[in-house]
């Protein structure tokens, strides 16, 4: 009985070692790879950003 005690005791620190290690990694990984441009642009009819209205209807079509 005291064996398998030890295989469960050491099976939930392998899985807090290895849950500690990726959330280590996630948490450096996203410095490094985070984007810089956030912004949010709408492309007119001639795939231009900008020219378009500052208002529009719920289901309606801007032009």
Same mark, same amino acid.
């Given at each position: 009985m005291?064996?398998?005690d030890?295989?469960?005791?050491s099976v939930i620190m392998a899985i @807090?070692?290895?849950s &500690? @290690? #990726? &959330? +280590?990694v996630?948490? @450096?990984r996203e410095g490094f790879y985070r984007? &810089?441009? &956030?912004? @949010?642009g709408? #492309? =007119?009819?001639d795939c231009l950003l900008g020219d378009y209205p500052d208002? +529009? #209807?719920? =289901?309606g079509t801007i032009e």
């Open positions: 005291n064996i398998l030890e295989e469960v005791f @807090i070692v290895i &500690s @290690i #990726l &959330s +280590a996630t948490i @450096i984007d &810089s441009f &956030s912004a @949010i709408l #492309l =007119n009819k208002k +529009a #209807l719920v =289901n």
